[in-house]
């Protein structure tokens, strides 16, 4: 079967090998036909060839793992060991072992759930980030009436800015150096600043602050702490980005004094929230084809990923189809 390796830093090449055996699946297993990826801002650094704790690095080198560092992913179920998944079922979710970019995936069951027949497969990528967004938002509590900023206006953090504008935040501010003045309001941005975190932060009037506030950067420390410096007092950070990073250092005192609270972790419940991402694009058709700016096939993986690792002020989600 097909699949792509990183053979060098931002270059991949196709490969042939031994598709995966029907018979040797574990419980709770799916073996999937390919039909869509999505590429996640945390797919990038591997793509660019940076060594670390990446996403999937389980002490191998992951960089020359068969289809990493994809693990948006939609296929369809060809042979199943999981109770919820039955062969031709066409699913959602991740690729468990951050390798989706290949023809036939093993995934986790549990992090698969069927979609919605009238979306196309490279639409249906989107309900994976939607569905730990909505994790996220889900831990934050009530948004009615907040002011909330959002740092980092990607893929993730357009839809951080739109989920808690339908939750029912009063003030949504986007902030990222890519001018997103066009895109930012069909995502319910109702300010977005064209800035870095700590040129922003560093003209932000005290009186401005925020009852939430969003890092959806991650990949680098200081954007941690801009986050707490932009919180009002009582007010709530999610650290959401990826950490690179074991040791983040912040400012105690400004937790402590403002009374803050500071929370992060990854998505739980991933059927249940797949179901829910499913749920929230019913009440907001529009979502899916504002959300998808870019769809390449998967002999142009290599440029999908080009795309993905430059700043264009139009290009949202970027879904590789088969």
Known sequence: MWGYRLSAPYTFERIDREPPDPAALSDGQVLLHFLAAGICGSDVPGFRGTQGRLPGDTGRQAAGMPGFPIHEIVGEVAA??????????????????????????????????????DLTPDR???????????????????????????????????????????????HVTGIDPVDRATLGPLFGVDEAVR????????????????DIVIEAVGHQVATLGH?????????????FGVA??????????????????????????????LAAAGDFVRRHPELPNTYLTHTFAIDDAQAAFELACRPDPTRVKIAIGA
Not at 88 to 112: C, E, K, M, N
Not at 227 to 239: C, H, K, S, W
Not at 249 to 270: A, D, E, Y
Request: glycine residues 12%; contains cysteine; charged residues 20%.
């Open 227 to 239: 986050a707490i410096d932009a919180a009002a007092f009582g007010g709530t950070v999610f650290y």
């Open 195 to 210: 800035a870095t975190s700590d040129r922003w932060i560093g003209h932000l009037p005290a009186d401005e602050k925020f």
């Open 124 to 170: 249906a990528v989107g309900l994976q980030p939607l569905a730990c967004v909505l994790y996220t938002v889900e831990q934050l509590g009530d948004l009615t009436g907040k002011r909330v900023a959002v740092i980092g206006q990607g893929s993730i953090g357009l839809l951080f800015s739109h989920v808690a504008k339908a939750a029912g935040a009063a």
């Open 80 to 117: 199943s060991a999981h109770p919820a998944h039955t062969v031709g079922d066409r699913v959602v979710g991740w690729a468990s072992g951050f390798d989706g970019l290949q023809a036939q995936v093993v995934a986790d069951g549990d992090g698969l759930a069927r979609y919605a027949d």
């Open 244 to 273: 690179d990073d074991d040791i983040y250092p912040i400012s105690i005192r400004t937790m402590l004094r403002n009374n803050l609270t500071l929370k992060s972790g990854v998505t739980g419940q991933r059927r249940r929230m």
